[in-house]
């Protein structure tokens, strides 16, 4: 069974830019979690969807947006590129989502994603 | 709002040994889980143990068991017989009823050959 996968791997934009990561779930899963990591704040969520629709969404500026797919496939979206977006962006899907609570998140390898 | 609180920012063991990670996090919650992940350099996060607050047994599984005190709001990880390749950043993190994962700073671990 494949993992989670996430593209790009690696991503340098400018500043103003923005710019679309995806993930792709593990397969018969429907819920995909959002999550930036960075060395000064650490892992932080961001928003997590469930069958096309977003279940909840954390603490983030407006310029953070994402979407799911019927096929279960996420995107995110960050326009108006900052310095500080400069992170690892880690996705999790999972089968049931984090209402159920009883299902493992299974995370991808992550996206770097780096602003000049 | 839930918080987690890692202690110890990095930690050294020798192989074979025993180490033991702290963890505490605050929620008013009664209705929480509580993991532990590991993050390798591949970037990738690894379930490693995972406990449900309402049990009072200590989850375990082969080295690696937590030592879980609900009333101190404590969530320990302990690694026994350490092996090379448990070397990585471990996170510990809670997760409350229809709400996401809060995760601790991070625990970095080196096994020591």
């Known amino acids: 069974k494949a993992g989670v996968t996430q593209t790009p791997r690696y991503l340098i934009k400018t500043r103003g830019q923005q710019v679309t990561l995806s993930c792709s779930p593990i397969s018969g899963h429907r819920s995909v979690s959002w999550y930036q990591q960075t060395p000064g704040q650490g892992l932080q969520f961001l928003f997590e969807y469930f069958s096309e629709t977003q279940r909840n969404k954390g603490n983030f500026p407006g310029r953070f947006s994402g979407r799911q797919f019927s096929n279960s496939r996420s995107e995110m979206n960050v326009s108006t590129l900052e310095l500080g977006d400069s992170a690892l962006y880690l996705c999790?899907?999972?089968?049931?989502?984090?209402?159920?609570?009883?299902?493992?998140?299974?995370f991808g390898q992550g996206t770097r994603l780096t602003v000049v | 709002a839930q918080t987690v609180t890692q202690s110890q920012p990095e930690m050294s063991v020798q192989e074979a040994e025993t180490v033991t990670l702290s963890c505490t996090y605050d929620?008013?919650?009664?209705?929480?889980?509580l993991f532990w992940y590991k993050q390798p350099p591949s970037r990738q996060m690894i379930l490693v143990i995972r406990?449900?607050?309402?049990?009072?047994q200590n989850a375990t599984e082969n080295r690696f068991s937590v030592n879980f005190q609900k009333a101190a709001k404590s969530f320990s990880l302990k690694i026994s017989d350490s092996q090379l390749g448990d070397t990585a950043m471990y996170f510990c993190a809670a997760l409350n009823y229809g709400q996401n994962f809060v995760f601790g700073p991070g625990t970095r671990l080196s096994v020591l050959p």
């Open positions: 406990q449900e607050a309402y049990k009072q």
């Open positions: 999790a899907s999972s089968a049931t989502g984090t209402i159920a609570m009883n299902t493992e998140a299974f």
């Open positions: 929620t008013s919650e009664n209705n929480y889980y």
